[in-house]
């Protein structure tokens, strides 16, 4: 079982930076990668940006130069750096974990909502 809370989500204007941290618990040593995904209004949920077990990262086209993943091993956390947002930025943004000899994100967090508008 993991555990994962997100936070740092706000409002901000086009233009503005956030970051987003996501904190996880329980068994993280089986973890073989973490993902941030977003859900916007009548939209499906996407993929934004992954980072695995070995410290490989990927993005979305859309977010790609705009967005860091990054990850704190002592604090058992993940961060989202988000810079120069724009409005179609806005969604809600999930934290996830895939585990070790797996295939999908198996654990979720609650979300946390992000809005770009000025």
């Known amino acids: 079982q993991v555990q994962l809370v997100e936070s740092g989500g706000g409002l901000v204007q086009p233009g503005g930076s956030l970051r987003l941290s996501c904190a996880a618990s329980?068994?993280?040593?089986?973890?073989?990668?973490m993902a941030w995904y977003r859900q916007g209004a009548g939209l499906k949920r996407e993929s934004v940006a992954v980072?695995?077990?070995?410290?490989?990262?990927s993005y979305a086209a859309s977010v790609k130069g705009r967005f860091t993943i990054s990850r704190d091993n002592l604090k058992s956390t993940v961060y989202l750096q988000m810079n120069n947002l724009k409005p179609e930025d806005t969604a809600v943004y999930y934290c996830?974990?895939?585990?070790?000899?797996?295939?999908?994100?198996?654990?979720w967090g609650q979300g946390t909502q992000v809005t770009v508008s000025s």
């Open positions: 996830a974990a895939r585990m070790r000899g797996t295939t999908e994100y198996r654990y």
């Open positions: 329980g068994s993280i040593a089986s973890i073989n990668a």
């Open positions: 980072i695995t077990s070995g410290g490989t990262t």
